[in-house]
């Protein structure tokens, strides 16, 4: 039964309900949620479990949409969607044409910043409370961050920026930190409740500021109660050094238990200058398996029953990259004493649980800091350690800096392992890694490849760990190809592709000229398709970086025309390092260049989005037979 949450359509119906009603609608709210994911089968669900009361109250509290309210990473705004309006297209969540997973501007006048990678919400909501200054509007400006995404660098950047006056402003900013990672121990009780509630009070305000006018004619007592004031709300709050950033801190306090939220925010709204307010939740509240193991239910992948919680995983079935990835790495470890593993918080996302469990001195996750991450790896590498660090391609790209300046710039022998390489699917394009081939062969001293199947995934991480300088090997989320593991350590020919299908002349070709297909990383496995039914030659050109020149030229030399496929952007890619080989020797070949095109691409399944742009084995093959070919041949050739 969801009689309350049916009445609302907009954050203006929960701020007409009586208080009282509002522990109803969080019930109901959250059985809808639990109940969504668990139809859809894709989606976060701990984390939206947790914020349950924390979103009603902040909508009951402030006048959203007017207030802006900023989520970081935002994987924890279903209960946010399902209040602003869009509870009836909940059903479409993460697929293609959906409602997205994270916020998004184009999709609610209610979310005010698009957001997916963490640490962002107290630069944006900064931004937005000096801007209403500036423009003499009335507005709030909350930022809610988890402890998780407190880590990184970023969120202590914009603290530091937020707690000054500018130009003699000050902003009038929220930040509600979000600490799901402990449970509620009894200092979380009665009395911080109290404290909380008196802390954000008009009377402490005035008595503390009265205090402050009185004591600073007498500068040795005024500095000897301002550190009084500090070690007595350090005694019960963990706060001081968010007051030294110039935040009003209070908390922490129960993060479900509307009677201690609503009052707290209601006092803070009505507050001046910049406000900190901690809040402590639990990941999965209100379902037991979730509470239980908050890991295993962060997300969901399937279907499941919410009686009985997630599926047992199947036995077999192919491996994915990212299992190959970590027995590499723990075989690699167990070869190698140098070898040091490094995530910024993707240990099993990145599949290093095994490698953990087995080296744990050799395992660091340092936490959502790629940035730090990079550098430390660098670090350990001037010690003669062999770093690995194993991080989603989308998440280099905030080490960018990093990778030029601290690795590359000296050399060093880093190894990247770039997953989630390519379109990723329902996380949508946030969380796409299409760039990454295009920001790292731009580097001096990097290279980067780009295996096609498993057996080659293990390889290629092989050849990658033998150089003395960095390199990047790239591979996409899920299973690829199906191809059996090889064990042991074997490497590659520095540099060098292979021939995996041999064309046949202008004549025997359905192109009517001989074309080859150079194909780059897993979409090796369509070219192939397609070039069995148009009798062109295929490629495997397992590098990027240093490219293969001699296989490049020889191919040029012996076809009428090429055709570069890859699964990452366009602009800068593999396709465009080809096409540099060919004008450096001179020769005028027509390349037809495949890839994702110059836009960013939806959430969705990832077949349905490969398919969009043209790169399964149907899209290619009609690219093709439209450049090069002299006849229509697909009706023919697919009857």
């Known amino acids: 039964m969801t009689t309350l949450l ?66 970081d990473v935002g994987h924890q705004t279903y209960p946010h969607k399902v209040l602003t309006g869009r509870r009836e297209r909940m059903h479409t969540l993460r697929q293609l044409g959906g409602v997205a997973g994270f916020p998004k501007r184009d999709e609610s006048e209610y979310d005010t910043f698009g957001t997916a990678h963490s640490s962002t919400s107290i630069s944006a909501a900064l931004g937005m409370a000096l801007a209403s200054k500036l423009k003499g509007e009335d507005r709030k400006a909350v930022a809610v961050i988890g402890d998780g995404a407190m880590s990184a660098g970023m969120a ?35 009395l911080n409740k109290y404290l909380a509630r008196l802390m954000s009070g008009n009377f402490y305000e005035a008595a503390r500021q009265g205090a402050k006018a009185v004591l600073k004619n007498a500068p040795p007592l ?15 709050v963990p706060g001081t050094i968010f007051e030294e950033f110039g935040f009003n801190y209070v908390g922490p306090i129960d ?51 919410v009686d009985e ?24 470890a167990e070869a190698d004493p140098r070898l040091v593993g490094i995530t910024p918080a993707m240990r099993e996302g990145s599949g290093m649980v095994e490698f953990h469990k087995r080296f744990p001195a050799r395992y660091h996750d340092v936490g959502i800091a790629e940035q ?31 990778l030029i300046h601290d690795v590359a710039l000296q050399n060093l022998p880093v190894v990247f392992a770039l997953d989630r390489a390519g379109i990723v699917g329902a996380d949508g394009p946030t969380h796409a890694g299409l760039y990454d081939i295009a920001y790292v062969r731009c580097i001096p001293n990097c290279s980067m490849l780009v295996p096609s199947d498993e057996n080659e995934c293990r390889t290629a991480l092989t050849t990658a760990y033998r150089q003395n300088h960095p390199v990047a090997v790239r591979y996409p989320r899920g299973a690829g190809a199906g191809v059996a593991v090889q064990p042991g350590f074997a490497e590659w020919p520095w540099g060098k592709g292979v021939v995996r299908r041999t064309g046949g002349t202008a004549a025997e070709s359905r192109l009517g000229q001989r074309v080859a297909i ?95 742009c043209g790169l399964d084995a149907a899209g290619i093959e009609a690219a093709i037979v439209q450049r090069y070919g002299q006849r229509p041949v697909l009706a023919a050739v697919n009857a």
Not at 224 to 235: D, P, Q, V, Y
């Open 372 to 402: 730090h991450a990079v550098t430390f790896a660098a670090g350990l590498a001037c010690e003669g350690l062999k770093p690995v660090v194993a991080i989603y391609s989308t998440f280099l790209q905030r080490g960018y800096d990093q």
């Open 309 to 332: 919680g997630f599926p047992a995983a199947k036995p077999g079935g192919k491996p994915t990259f990212t299992n190959i990835f970590g027995t590499w790495l723990c075989d690699m």
């Open 6 to 71: 049916d009445k609302i359509h907009t954050p203006a119906d929960v701020r007409r309900l009586g208080r009282a009603e509002l522990p109803q609608l969080a019930r109901e709210l959250r059985s809808f949620v639990l109940h969504t994911v668990s139809q859809t089968g894709n989606g976060h669900l701990g984390s939206n479990l947790g914020t349950v009361e924390l979103t009603v109250a902040l909508h009951y509290v402030f006048n959203t949409p007017n207030d802006r309210i900023v989520w």
């Open 156 to 190: 202590f950047e914009a603290l530091n920026n937020a707690g000054v006056s500018h130009a003699g402003v000050n902003a009038d900013i929220l930040v509600i930190l979000n600490d799901n990672d402990m449970s509620i121990s009894p200092p979380v009780g009665a």
């Open 222 to 236: 005024f500095e000897l109660a301002r550190r009084f004031e500090e070690h007595a709300k350090g005694m019960v």
């Open 255 to 305: 993060g479900h238990d509307l009677e201690s939220l609503i009052p707290t925010l209601e006092n803070l709204r009505a507050k001046k200058g910049p406000q900190f307010l901690h809040v402590v939740t639990k990941k999965g509240y209100g379902y037991k398996p979730a509470e239980a193991d908050p890991v295993k239910y962060h997300a969901a992948s399937t279907k499941f029953n």
């Open 518 to 612: 150079l194909a780059f990383g897993t979409l090796l496995h369509p070219a192939l398709q397609v070039a069995e039914k148009l009798g062109a030659t295929v490629a495997d050109m397992r590098f990027v970086k240093p490219m293969d020149t001699e296989l490049v030229l020889e191919l040029a030399r012996t076809h009428d025309a090429l055709v570069t496929v890859e699964e990452g952007c366009v602009m800068g890619g593999a396709g465009s390092a080809v096409l540099e080989c060919l004008a450096a020797a001179g020769m005028a070949v027509p390349v037809l260049v495949l890839g994702i095109p110059d836009v960013f691409t939806e959430h969705g399944d990832p077949a349905k989005l490969l398919a969009l």
